[in-house]
């Protein structure tokens, strides 16, 4: 088990120097900062356990310099010390979340009691951290589906293992979900999952992101910084549409996960990646690998466990399960409190839901807002949501008995819904289609919702 690891703040070399030898002997590791900026500088290069920080630097106010290392390592605990204690300085230390303020002089081996202490909390607040997550990720997959119980069954399987993880799925299908699921019922959910979309990072950036920064290594790099790899020391990596990672990152992604060493850019000196990996993609890599534009060997190496996650249109006996979970979610969260009427269940259970359960849960926050009444009714649905023979047997349900003032109304508002649906939901577009001012179809669709 690697030692843990402090950070000292402390502008008194003599003493620094003691309190360095001190806690080396007691088995940690120790970084010692002379100034503000050598102790900002060390919180934005590694990982801390715990920060010991002296009130008064040369350079900068000590409580300052402590507010930016806890922003930079929320999980960081703080022992503060200094020559001249006051009220309102120990208010202030506490207000930041030190554990405790001690005033110099004070002897060596009650520092080292105090460390222990503050070290012991801090492994418990990570354990329940771990426990909580746990918890969190089994409530928050809801299903009953056959196949999502394999998905399950494989996550559980494969989580207390360092095995990388290759999540297969269409888009809204929740494979950050299992990323969750896999990384809090590891033996890693006491330290963080960080997580990149490499779809939604600039090509050009993604190797800066990845493995850091070397302070000069390009124009703007005016400091160094810590890479995602870095971050996610002794947790998981979650890499996300890993497909759209460009060629010449995946080389060198591949590299690292093959020598377990990673550079950041403009740098000589290695750093230990010590992280699990969970790739997710909604591609086809093997198809890709084929058109030249993802690595063989980069796939052999992700494709240890593989597990696809099924689209929603092929666990339809889920979306009862999800809309109720929905519905619960939004009304503890603000919303109105609604239910759906069976009919308007039904018609939910046979849509295709392309979003899958990201498009489900859009359309449950939708109705939630924009319908009237406690109770979503058929007629309520889009049209969008509806296939023809579904819309037909609607339209005659609802129709069929009923005046004709009534009937064509209700006629009306579906087509000028088509119509909306074939323009991308530009009204604009849709008015003119219809041949209807922007103000006529506002009213018409106004009318329509306030039935």
Known sequence: MEALKLLIVEDDPLFGEAVVDAIREAGYGVRLAVNGAEALEA??????????????????????????????????KALVITGHATVDSAIEAMKLGACDLLTKPF??????????????????????????????????????????????????AVANTDATVLIHGESGTG???????????????????????????????VESELFGVERGAFTGADRSRRGLLEMAAGGSLFLDE???????????????????????????????????LIAATH???????????????LFFRLNVVPISIPPL??????????????????????????????????????????GNVRELRNIIEQFSILYPGEIIKPHHIPVSLKSDSQLGSIFERHTVGRPLKEAVSEFEHRY????????????????????????VLWEKLKRKSDD
């Open 313 to 354: 249109r092929e666990r339809r006996e889920d979306i009862p399960l999800l809309v109720v979970h929905f519905l619960k979610q939004i009304a503890k969260e603000g919303g109105r409190r609604v239910t759906f009427a069976p009919e308007t269940m039904h018609l939910l259970s046979n849509y295709d839901f392309p």
């Open 283 to 297: 591609r086809d890599l093997k198809a890709m690998i084929d058109q030249r534009i993802f690595r063989e060997d």
């Open 43 to 76: 919180a934005t290069d590694e990982s801390f356990d715990m920060v010991l920080q002296d009130i008064r630097l040369p350079d900068a106010n000590g409580l300052h310099v402590l507010r930016e290392i806890l922003l930079l390592q929320p999980h960081c």
């Open 175 to 205: 494979k950050e979900l299992l990323a969750d699921a896999i990384h809090r019922q590891s033996r890693r959910a006491g330290h963080a999952c960080v997580k990149i979309n490499c779809a939604a990072i600039p090509e050009n950036l």
């Open 242 to 276: 890993i497909g759209e990672m460009p060629l010449p990152v995946q080389g060198k992604l591949l590299r690292v996960l093959e020598e377990k060493v990673a550079f950041r850019v403009g740098g000589t000196s290695a750093y230990k990646a010590d992280f699990r």
């Open 416 to 439: 000028i819904e088509k119509v909306i649906r074939s323009t991308s939901g530009n009204r604009s577009r849709a008015a003119e289609v219809l041949g209807l001012s922007r103000k």
């Open 107 to 156: 002897p060596l081996e009650f520092l080292l009691v105090k460390l222990e202490k503050a070290l012991k909390i801090r492994a418990m607040e990570h354990e329940l951290d771990g426990f909580r997550k746990t918890a969190a990720a089994r409530v928050q997959i809801i299903s009953r589906s056959p196949a999502m119980r394999n998905v399950m069954e494989m996550a559980r």
